[in-house]
């Protein structure tokens, strides 16, 4: 029982340490985001309805912006046809939710964050070509496209201000990544450094597929579990990778709930995950 009690104290001593240096950090990355989405949100969405085929190019783009639910307002878009399917697929692989915050005040390599960066907006853009050339391929004819009602989804509260709204953020990220260290140090205590889960996550198949599953929580969970494992040395940049790719953040939720079909929702977060693996495998494997 004492070494019990041992284990959750080293625990919690490890992520205080770990978490308290964040603060300044997050709360100075989170008030230049709210003040980027406050003076460029409505710019990027009239955009991204008028791209046409250069779609996928200004998804994977405007998915790399610090915007405040992107991946929400894409999904809405694409439920009223407003967007193709590849410029969808090339916001959600570009997507990094909170990953960037969270490397930038782990004081991560500016060339690192850079490589990232550049290689979800890259995979995306050609996700997305490749999707919507083979759909259009596919189609014999031209589907009439019919403006649904879209469902709005607030994610951020920039009526409150973005000074507000930049503290609100990193008190809820700090006191979730300060959970997710906590667990993530018991986790290792209990397991041990050399259980097979670790053994797994350290490989370069089975990695990308459980960090892809764990990319698939529909919050800012996903980046947030897999950008402190990779930062703890946990997992490789690969496997992290496939997690930050699959992990659409809440615009995963929004689709199930905006958009009509079900079933082509499924096979859109089934394709999501299949692309994010494959990529995060190949980078492994390189």
Known sequence: M?????????????AIEHSIVLIPFLFFTYLLMEYVEHKTGDGIRKILTGAGKVGPFAGAVAGLLPQCGMSAAAS???????????????????TSDEMLPIMISSSVPAGTIAKTLALK???GMLAGFLVDIILRLRRKKEEELKIHGMC??????????IFKSALRHTVSIFLFVFLITILLNLGIEVLGEDSLFWEALSQPVA????????????????????????????IGYGTMMAGLLVGAGVGIMVLLRVNESKKE??????????????????????
């Open 121 to 123: 907006a890259g995979i």
């Open 265 to 286: 929702s499924m096979k859109i977060i089934g394709l999501l995950y299949l692309i994010g693996v494959v990529a995060g495998g190949v980078l492994n494997l390189l």
């Open 76 to 94: 809405s878009l694409y439920a009223g046809r407003m967007i193709t399917l590849g410029t969808l697929l090339a916001i959600y692989l570009s």
């Open 2 to 14: 004492e070494q019990f009690w041992h284990i959750i104290e080293h625990s919690i001593e490890h």
């Open 207 to 234: 990695g990308p597929l459980l960090a892809g599953i764990i990319g698939l929580i529909p919050n800012c969970a996903a980046s947030i579990v897999i950008t402190e494992m990779y930062l703890s040395g946990t």
């Open 152 to 161: 709005e989804h607030e994610h951020c509260h920039c009526e409150d201000g």
